[in-house]
Structures are given as structure tokens and as C-alpha cells.
């Protein structure tokens, strides 16, 4: 039997999971030390891919890993409200199923930049017309990706 794993996180998962373990460490003080080791070994493989795929760090690639932190920040915040029962708004449930998607295109775009399309999540829903104003500029009306091809 073979014994390799043949389904491995990409880039850009272990970017998004790095960013919520973070969270963890922050909010969740009592397994700190776990989270801090975890995201150690996340860490390790991030930097064997970015040697491995000669990764270019560029403006670009920082601005999709901010956005994807900034919606796993905000996302979190809004489950956390829903599950203390502060809020139980249909509208809030909404929005962070937006964010999740903006998460998500933003993950794609991580993958874009390095050239790994072969793993992108192809099911992203958009934000709701009521919450235009999260909506992402990342990699519109420009041709960045054009130009690093």
C-alpha cells in the first residue's frame, strides 16, 4: 500500500490557516502554546513551498494574504457574536457568508499569483447587493496578473 498522503493543503490554505490559528492564539489564551507550536510547523511548510514553487513575494501577494487575515478577523467576530447569542441577525449571517466568499476569491488570487491553479476553489458566492462596500478591489480593473505572466 502506498503510505503518501495524496491530498496536502496548498499555499494559500496554509496562509488562511496560519492567519486563523493566530486568532486562536489571541482568543482562545488557554491552548496558546498549542496554537503557538502549530503555527510553527504551518510556517515551516509555507516557507518549503515558497522555496519549492520560487515564490515571488510582491506588494500584490502581501495586499491577498492581508485580505484573507482581515476576513478570517472579521468572520471570526461575527460567529463569535452569534454564538455568545448577542446577535442572531439574519443580515449578519449574511454578510459573513460574503466575507467567507471574499476569503475565498482572495485564495484564488494567492494561487493565481504563484501560478498553483490547479486547486482553486471554484464555488464563491458574491456579497449581497446590501453589502457592496466590502467588496474587494484586489486584482480588478488592472491586469496585474497579465503582467507577472
Partial sequence: MDTLRKWLPHFAELIDRLSIH???EVF???HKDKYANEMKDIMYDIDLLIKEK???ISSELIRAIIVVSQMN??????ETKARKGEVQDLKLL???HGLNG????AQNYILDLIGQTDRK????????SEFKDWEISLGKNNNELEEKK
Avoid at 73 to 78: F, L, S, T, V
Avoid at 102 to 105: A, E, K, L
Avoid at 121 to 126: E, F, L, N, S
Wanted: net charge neutral; glycine share 0%.
Fill in 22 to 24: 493566530q486568532l486562536k
Fill in 28 to 30: 482562545i489564551p488557554e
Fill in 54 to 56: 520560487q515564490v515571488k
Fill in 73 to 78: 478577523a472579521h468572520i471570526w467576530y461575527n
Fill in 94 to 96: 449574511e454578510l459573513t
Fill in 102 to 105: 471574499i476569503r475565498n476569491n
Fill in 121 to 128: 476553489d471554484w464555488k464563491t458566492d458574491c456579497l449581497a
